[in-house]
């Protein structure tokens, strides 16, 4: 067969997404995907509160519940938190997972007054990765100390923490101390005893010089 006779295939055509469709028309929704069964959306952060609202009370969509909310950390990307709100709709028996970006200054809405239950997740993401949450009542430390400095769970939290605690006799209550270290860090190769046995026992003849008879 000639090149000239030669076509392309026609590219496949993308499986039509009604609901998907639906989720980006909403406004302030910048990003749908499919991944693993399971959709994720992105939102612009200002209009998180808006979209959630939504979400819970559009009979389209039907997410009553919010399963969890949680956070993670790319110090890489200028926006660097992402925080991640798990969705649940029981009338439809689906999930969607929301994710809005922030940085270590501006606040994401705080969506407590949709989800009542929100509060405590959004008090660990803000003891854990330092993320403020605008409308939330409450932002005491939840995992931590009230006294704790920095938030841990960021990648460039030194894994000794800033200070340690003690209990002092004298004083007869717990009171904050600079690290000590009583021993240094040791590196370990965490490789299998396989993987680690670099040579054999026999090894010796593939490399012996000449014969033994």
């Keep these: 067969m000639s090149e000239d006779n030669q076509t392309e295939a026609p590219a496949p055509e993308a499986p039509a997404d009604p609901f998907g469709d639906l989720l980006r028309a909403i406004d302030g929704v910048t990003d749908v995907v499919l991944e693993r069964d399971e959709r994720i959306i992105a939102v612009d952060r200002a209009a998180l509160a808006a979209v959630m609202r939504t979400l819970r009370d559009d009979p389209q969509f039907a997410f009553e519940q919010c399963m969890d909310v949680c956070g993670v950390d790319w110090p890489e990307r200028a926006e660097r938190f992402d925080v991640v709100y798990n969705l649940l709709s029981v009338t439809r028996n689906d999930r969607l997972r929301v994710i809005v970006t922030t940085d270590e200054t501006a606040p994401v809405p705080s969506v407590s007054d949709i989800w009542p239950g929100v ?5 660990e993401v803000f003891d854990l990765f330092g993320v403020s949450f605008d409308g939330l009542v ?3 430390r939840i995992l931590t100390d009230n006294g704790f400095e920095g938030h ?11 200070v340690e605690l003690r209990y002092d006799e004298e004083q007869k209550r717990v009171v904050y101390d600079k690290v000590a270290l009583t021993q240094e860090f040791r590196n370990f190769d965490f490789l299998s005893p396989w993987e680690a046995m670099t040579t054999l026992p026999g090894d010796e003849k593939a490399t012996r010089g000449g014969s033994d008879a």
């Design 119 to 123: 509060t405590w997740w959004e008090r």
């Design 138 to 140: 409450d932002h005491r």
């Design 152 to 162: 841990p769970m960021r990648k460039d939290f030194p894994l000794t923490g800033h």
